[in-house]
């Protein structure tokens, strides 16, 4: 047993504690860069960039309706495929007749007398409608109560005309009707988010294409009225003046603008396209 320990066990073997060690090399403590002014700019350029990024696929995701429904429409433009809207049967001024020689005309109550067409009357709506030819909606319009705007209650008030907004455009309250002297105005949603229940929620958002001249339809009651696009304008949100009286008929339509957002707001002016006025009864006569 000697003999195996004298083998195994190096005599010159030093103890665990008695070995050099040699010193761990030691790593140099990083140097940090020096951010110059043009660095800094870089950076914030680059979260600017992708901020707006981010935020402009959120507004196109929350607004993919309505902006699709521009995009359709630019492209029917560029590709000079629009199609004119059925609507606009509704404003045609019916031609008069070329005068003819006495021939003709026996000739032709003959043939009419012996083939009587059908009758072409136009039949109104049973509900109250807004008919927009030039981007081609024909929309109901939803009246909703005087008394929270009566109470100046105007978060109720607004509750109120977000509901009424699903069924169509909403009349504003307290805002003339057809038929009668001072300003209608009526609003709607360019666009709005798109879990919202109403089917309404981009009625306007081709407004911006309606121009001075156009002609604008409204059924109300069972009578028909025809309104020409007078003015069209931007104003803030702060300016109620587009909700005054005015001292003859006028349409109002209303929408938020640019489309997706509540920064601004399009405003579109009407006036009844006959002459008109004003019986004992403060009613239009036509």
């Known amino acids: 047993m000697t003999e195996y320990f004298k083998i195994h066990i190096n005599p010159h073997e030093l103890p665990h504690e008695q070995i050099p060690h040699e010193p761990l090399p030691q790593k140099e403590a990083p140097v940090e860069e020096q951010r110059t002014f043009k660095t800094i700019l870089k950076d914030g350029a680059r979260q600017i960039i992708a901020s707006a990024v981010i935020l402009g696929i959120g507004v196109l995701a929350l607004n993919w309706s309505a902006y699709y429904e521009i995009v359709k429409d630019e492209f029917k433009t560029l590709t000079g495929t629009h199609v004119e809207s059925p609507l606009n049967k509704l404003i045609e001024t019916p031609k008069t007749p070329k005068p003819t020689d006495t021939a003709k005309i026996a000739q032709a109550n003959t043939l009419n007398t012996q083939n009587i067409p059908a009758l072409n009357i136009e039949i109104a709506p049973s509900d109250n409608r807004l008919i927009i030819p030039r981007i081609d909606q024909n929309l109901p319009v939803v009246r909703i109560s005087s008394e929270t705007l009566i109470r100046r209650d105007w978060s109720a008030l607004e509750r109120e005309m977000q509901n009424a ?50 002609k604008i339809v409204m059924y109300w009651e069972g009578k028909k009225y025809i309104y020409e696009v007078t003015e069209i304008k931007i104003v803030l949100p702060s300016d109620i003046s587009i909700l005054k009286q005015t001292p003859d008929s006028t349409l109002t339509l209303i929408t938020c603008t640019p489309v997706g957002t509540n920064l601004k707001r399009l405003v579109v002016r009407a006036k009844p396209v006959e002459d008109v006025g004003q019986s004992n009864d403060g009613k239009i006569k036509r």
């Open 165 to 214: 907004l699903q069924g169509g455009v909403v009349h504003y309250p307290g805002t003339s009707v057809p038929g009668e002297l001072g300003n209608m105005a009526i609003t709607g949603h360019s666009s709005y988010f798109p879990w919202d229940s109403g089917r309404f929620k981009d009625v306007f958002a081709l407004l911006h294409n309606v121009v001075e001249g156009d």
